[in-house]
T-cell receptor
Framework: GAGVSQSPSNKVTEKGKDVELRCDPI?????LYWYRQSLGQGLEFLIY????????KSGLPSDRFSAERTGGSVSTLTIQRTQQEDSAVYLC???????????FGEGSWLTVV | GQQVMQIPQYQHVQEGEDFTTYCNSS?????IQWYKQRPGGHPVFLIQ?????EVKKQKRLTFQFGEAKKNSSLHITATQTTDVGTYFC??????????FGQGTELSVKP
């Protein structure tokens, strides 16, 4: 596609439920990033993929968070047993590789009630 | 751990005034990128600086990278209401992870 596509754009879920957020990067981009942004806050790094592998998972806040990328393309961020503090915008970005410009998607707004 | 500190957190200016945001690191930066995020939007890449002492301009925006590659600045001359948003600096830590500063939120009063 022309840009990074994320779905759903908005998700309201009950505390304790699992959610899956999807990211479809720009075609040909090997690097894929997930960030979290709480209201009025900066961008918190979650995880980075180069191809299908994730050399850096250090940003995942807890073991309730996991992410995978298959076929070097689409990525899914899964949050299990959601908590209210998980409410945020989850931004996906992709790039051609290290030190290349990264392009962000519109984000998935998650609200845990 | 690695941190990029950005100041100020907020800046309110009158339209036509200048604006500057600063990004500082305790370690030498391999490169620095700048992004702009409009209210309700997503970050959009503005520029990347790589060389020591580098200065780049985009119309009313001037970006600088310090001689020691430990700091960077973004200066906007004669702000306009379209400049409103949050400006982030970010560094590629050479492991592929892009570390963002906390951002400077700019508001412009017409």
């Amino acid at each position: 596609g022309a840009g990074v596509s994320q779905s759903p754009s908005n998700k309201v879920t009950e505390k304790g439920k699992d959610v899956e957020l999807r990211c479809d990067p720009i075609s040909g981009h090997t690097a894929l990033y997930w960030y979290r942004q709480s209201l009025g806050q900066g961008l918190e790094f979650l995880i980075y993929f180069q191809g299908n592998s994730a050399p850096d998972k250090s940003g995942l806040p807890s073991d309730r968070f996991s992410a995978e990328r298959t076929g070097g393309s689409v990525s899914t961020l899964t949050i299990q047993r959601t908590q209210q503090e998980d409410s945020a915008v989850y931004l996906c970005a992709s790039s051609l590789g290290r030190a290349a410009t990264i392009y962000f998607g519109e984000g998935s707004w998650l609200t845990v009630v | 751990g690695q941190q990029v500190m950005q100041i100020p957190q907020y800046q309110h200016v009158q339209e036509g005034e200048d604006f500057t945001t600063y990004c500082n690191s305790s370690t030498t930066l391999s490169n620095i990128q700048w992004y702009k995020q409009r209210p309700g939007g997503h970050p959009v890449f503005l520029i990347q600086l790589v060389k020591s002492g580098e200065v780049k301009k985009q119309k009313r925006l001037t970006f600088q990278f310090g001689e020691a590659k430990k700091n960077s600045s973004l200066h906007i001359t004669a702000t306009q209401t379209t400049d409103v948003g949050t400006y982030f600096c970010a560094e590629d830590n050479q492991g592929g992870k892009l570390i963002f500063g906390q951002g400077t939120e700019l508001s412009v009063k017409p």
